[in-house]
């Protein structure tokens, strides 16, 4: 059997094999895993394929090629100590990410409360007692720089977290 038949053959496990270990490497695609079996297959049969083996031996063959194709090509993570200095500058790992980062869904749902905020009713007075609290104000410094009393805070602060419960998920992180 010359490679053009055995090629045609092969090609749709091929194709499958590619499909099935998709994904295993960074930068490694289906395309990218079939093109390094097609290029190991005529490597290895371009003369024709041995009397003593049959198709899927071959096909195992190749698949076992690219699984060590990709564990060679797979990026390699460096530890890095979070005392240790990254720049000239001393700045360690420690120093640069905060101690308060926040899941992404938090953040998705401080962005959503935040224009809905913006772009609804609310007053300016529970705009501004809102904004001022999100900034990480005490309920005693948002009424001095408003001039209205602190218990007025929490009021404001116990309506915009019961209009804001039908926009988000219940928690009132912003608001703490």
């Given at each position: 059997?010359n490679f053009d038949e055995l090629y045609k053959k092969i090609s749709p ?72 200095p990254l720049n000239d500058n001393g700045d360690t790992a420690g120093d ?81």
């Amino acid at each position: 059997m010359n490679f053009d038949e055995l090629y045609k053959k092969i090609s749709p496990k091929l194709k499958r094999i590619a499909r099935k270990h998709n994904g295993h490497g960074l930068f490694i695609d289906e395309d990218d895993l079939y093109q390094e079996m097609c290029i190991y297959l005529l490597d290895h049969y371009k003369s024709g394929m041995p009397g003593d083996v049959n198709e899927s031996y071959i096909a195992k063959g190749c698949e076992f090629h690219i699984l060590n194709y990709a564990r060679k090509n797979r990026c390699k993570a460096s530890i890095v100590s979070l005392e240790q200095p990254l720049n000239d500058n001393g700045d360690t790992a420690g120093d640069i990410i905060a101690d308060t980062a926040k899941p992404a869904d938090e953040l998705l749902d401080k962005e959503i409360i935040v224009e809905e905020i913006r772009n609804n009713g609310f007053s300016k007075k529970e705009k501004a007692v809102f904004f001022l609290l999100a900034e990480g104000r005490t309920a005693r410094e948002v009424g001095e720089r408003l001039h209205i009393s602190h218990v007025m805070v929490l009021k404001y602060k116990k309506k915009l977290i019961r209009d804001m419960h039908g926009v988000t998920k219940p928690n009132n992180f912003l608001l703490m």
